[in-house]
């Protein structure tokens, strides 16, 4: 049994292409860790590494990998770089011979098509073949491979043969986000840490799986840029290919993996404190050490939190330097949110802290000048007795929204979820059996879902409602039209912190601090011999799991979510 890695990096591109220095130095990192006997454990003869190469010796290389190989040898090709699309929606990997037209699309002769991959790949022996790609567009690797006649991704049939697994830094639509200078890419950088720390072995076998290294980097990208949404593309064997060793019992790793599990935003929390100071000492580990670990584990969500301060920063100097922006600095605004990785979501509460409430303008001098409305309040304080003429609780079933309306004015969050759910159920006329079907949401009350939303909007500030998540919903291509997208609902659910791991769904927080869109949660409850069921936006949830402390299955089909979106939009909401 063989083990041999192919790891390319393009740092060096032609006109139209932006350089990326950091991409040489991804392949040096995947290059350290892999060829390191505690590690990967490759032998340096079987790693081959090219560096700004062009198309044909890159593709070469790419063919000799996969060549003359038996059936229980390891194939790993790595690709770091400019992932590029063609007009059909093909990917392309590029070299440092790569060109595009003045009109800038794509010389297609100058490029490696994914479909020659496929082809290599296909062609092959091996049955342990592993692709990690570094690339803006990556997720397009696996929707190359489509079925004839067929227009969604048959993921299984096409990448054929157990022991395949593919894993991508990007959907198909999205950028990866460019390196800073010289360092590492932000989705190599937590592979590269998985596999160095022995911190992807979850299960703690002493071995790093291809499953564990994906969930162990998506997590951490997500707390570093949140924008960015790894994925993986694995059949059969795929998920369980060992990639890498792992230490069995070392303190650091296993103090490193405490801190992970009481690390929450950026902070380790009171209880998780204590306990750490008194897993320091059983473990016999210095200050010194479990400051750095502690430092590393953290440093993801803190830089997080670095660059929406910095882009906070630069929007109130643009804002006091132009007052209305003009279209060339908003351009600008929008490549810096993507230099800091930075989400739309992101950008919109940014915005409203940050934009000057209501303003009056008055002439002076035939020029106009801004005065600043003092009595238009921006940010409200409405308590029920503020509120009780100043909301529209209209019903076309008869139904009493006066409760909802003090649960939220109060921000009694997680009643105001409930009572959502009472009140739906009641303009359905479902009070005795407690359940919805998702059909029924297409012809669910238009007044009444006004005034549920408009409730839930309102006392969020705009945070929260239907029609914030039927946006995010669309946002991440979702469709009203009654095509329902099965990948959206898995993005919406990442988008909106209820889906934590592909496979796992998060804990509902009430708190106006969780993330735009994450309540209320269309929940209500279905009981099955004497178990109780949640039903969260489509997904069936096992509460009892809740009760026993297990982790929750991200299931179900997100259709009900779809129903919702597909009705507030006919409803004009």
């Known amino acids: 049994m063989a083990k041999v890695a ?130 803006c567009f990556s997720g397009a690797f696996a929707e190359g491979m489509k079925a004839k006649n067929d227009n969604s991704v048959d993921i299984k049939n096409q990448l054929g043969g157990e022991g395949r697994a593919v ?32 911190a992807a072995d979850t299960d703690n076998d002493g071995m790093i799986s291809v499953d564990e290294l994906h969930e162990y980097a998506y997590k951490k990208v997500q707390e570093a840029a949140p924008a960015m949404k790894p994925e993986i593309y694995a059949v059969r064997e795929g998920f369980k290919i060992k990639l890498a060793k792992a230490p069995v019992g070392d303190p650091q790793l296993v103090y490193r993996k405490e801190v992970e599990q009481w690390a929450r935003e950026g902070k380790i929390s009171v209880v998780g404190r204590r306990i750490l100071k008194r897993r320091q000492g059983e473990l016999g580990l210095s200050v010194e050490v479990v400051a750095q670990i502690e430092t590393e584990v953290l440093e993801p969500y803190r830089k997080y939190q670095a660059n929406l301060r910095e882009y906070e920063e630069c929007l109130a100097e643009a804002i006091q330097d132009e007052g209305t922006l003009s279209q060339h600095t908003q351009e600008e605004l929008k490549r810096l949110q993507q230099v800091l990785q930075l989400r739309d979501e992101d950008i919109v509460v940014i915005e409203a802290r940050v934009t000057p409430p209501p303003t009056l303008l008055r002439e002076r001098g035939g020029e106009q000048e801004v005065e600043r409305d003092f009595n238009i309040e921006v940010t409200t304080n409405i308590t029920p007795e503020t509120a009780t003429n100043e909301d529209d609780l209209s019903s076309e079933k008869g139904v009493d929204y006066t409760k909802l309306r003090d649960l939220l004015a109060v921000g009694k969050w997680k009643d105001a979820d409930h009572e959502t759910c009472q009140v739906m159920l009641q303009a359905l006329g479902h009070e005795e059996s407690g359940y919805i079907r998702k059909e029924e949401l297409f012809n669910f009350p238009c007044t009444d879902l006004r005034t549920i939303d408009h409730l839930w909007v309102k006392y969020s500030n705009g945070r929260f409602g239907f029609s914030v998540q039927k946006e995010i919903y669309l946002s991440v291509g979702g469709k009203a039209d009654g095509n329902y997208n099965g990948k959206a609902w898995g993005r919406f659910g990442d988008q909106v912190g209820w889906r934590v791991k592909p496979n796992k769904i998060n804990r509902i927080t009430f708190d106006i601090s969780s993330p735009k869109g994450h309540i209320p949660t269309i929940t209500w409850l279905h009981v099955d011999h004497g178990w109780r069921w949640w039903w969260v936006g489509g997904g069936y949830v096992f509460l009892g799991a809740e009760l026993l402390g297990l982790d929750w299955g991200w299931e179900g089909d997100g259709k009900g979510l779809h129903s919702l979106a597909s009705r507030l939009i006919k409803c004009d909401i």
């Open 167 to 198: 894993l991508t830094s990007s959907t198909s639509t999205q950028y990866s986000f460019e390196q800073e200078g010289a360092e590492l890419s932000v989705y190599t950088r937590y592979i590269v840490e998985g596999i160095e720390t022995g």
């Open 6 to 135: 192919l790891l390319i990096g393009i740092s060096d591109y032609q006109p139209g292409l932006n350089s990326l220095p950091g991409a040489v130095q991804d392949v040096k990192a995947m290059q350290r860790v892999l060829q390191h006997s505690e590690m990967g454990d490759f032998a340096v003869a079987d790693i081959t590494v090219l560096e700004n190469t062009s198309r044909q010796v890159m593709e070469e290389a790419i063919e000799t990998l996969f060549s003359g190989r038996q059936k229980d040898d390891l194939v790993l090709l790595y690709f770091s770089g400019h992932g590029v699309k063609d007009e059909a929606g093909r990917l392309s990997l590029t070299n440092s011979q790569t060109r595009k037209t003045f009109k800038g699309e794509l010389i297609q002769t100058t490029a490696t098509a994914a479909r020659f991959i496929h082809g290599m790949m296909e062609n092959s022996r091996s049955r342990r073949q592993v692709i990690i790609l570094d690339c």
